[in-house]
Structure formats: structure tokens, C-alpha cells
């Protein structure tokens, strides 16, 4: 396992991500909703490695829900970077990264899939986020 450790642009904010996979082979995507577009969203994840979100100021970490509401965006309150999301599904936690955040590897990733969600109800997006998302760790 390969470990990237980054953050948001003031470092307020961070995560350590784990994965296996290159970087080249990494599954980018370009989410369709309002947010991920207003925020230039791509994200990543590996649901066989590893994810955990650092606040290492404290009070700069801003959790935001919209729509249906299953989802913490994570912002910086400092310097408003969006650095993933994260979900709860019974016990166990999933995440993903905005790979804009990994500014060491970005010029080595593939392009991205324009995916859409819109159509996906409650229970559906829940089970694939849980099949797709990253395992959320301690740091």
C-alpha cells in the first residue's frame, strides 16, 4: 500500500489515503451535481485500501449535507478547499477524496468519468458507495 498524506490548500484540513493502485490507475470521476460542479469536484477511491480525514486545526473542519442527506462533504472553514466526503453505514464508514487535493499526483492521473447520480434513490446509493468507497480508517 502506497500512502498519500495531503490536504487542503492551508492544511487546516488533511487525509492519509491508502491504496495500492498507481495513480494512473486510479478511478477519477467528475460527479454531475451542483456541488461536486460548483467545487470542480474529482474524486477517487479504492474500497480495498484505506481513509482517514485529519482536522489539524481545530474547528476548521465544516461538514456539509444537502439532498439526501447520507453525505458529509468536507470543507475547510479557512480556506473553503472541498477534500472529500464521507458516510455512515451501520458501523462502518466510507470516504472519498477529491483528488484536486493531491496536487503531488495529479498530473498523473487518468481523465475523468462524468458520472450521474440524480436517478439513484436512498438505499441504492448507499449500497453502491459501499462497494466503490474508500473504508474510512483512523489516522
Known amino acids: 500500500m ?4 495531503e490536504g487542503c490548500h492551508c492544511g487546516a484540513i488533511g487525509f492519509v489515503y491508502r491504496t495500492a493502485l498507481e495513480p494512473r490507475e486510479w478511478p477519477i470521476r467528475a460527479c454531475q451535481c451542483t456541488f461536486c460542479r ?8 479504492d474500497p480495498v485500501g484505506s481513509l482517514a480525514f485529519i482536522e489539524r486545526v481545530p ?3 465544516n461538514r ?11 470543507i475547510c472553514r479557512r480556506c ?14 466510507f470516504g472519498i477524496v477529491n483528488v484536486r487535493a ?17 436517478s439513484e434513490g436512498r438505499a441504492e446509493r448507499t449500497a453502491r458507495r459501499e462497494q466503490r468507497w ?6
Not at 38 to 45: D, E, I, K, P, R
Not at 64 to 74: E, S
Open 38 to 45: 460548483a467545487h470542480g469536484g474529482l474524486t477517487t477511491s
Open 64 to 74: 456539509y449535507r444537502f439532498g439526501k442527506k447520507i453525505t458529509d462533504f468536507l
Open 134 to 139: 474508500t473504508p474510512l480508517a483512523r489516522a
Open 102 to 118: 493531491l496536487p503531488s499526483v495529479f498530473a498523473q492521473l487518468p481523465a475523468p468519468q462524468r458520472m450521474d447520480y440524480e
Open 59 to 61: 474547528g476548521a473542519l
Open 80 to 93: 473553503g478547499a472541498y477534500v472529500g466526503a464521507t458516510m455512515q453505514a451501520g458501523d462502518k464508514g
Open 2 to 5: 502506497r500512502e498519500y498524506e
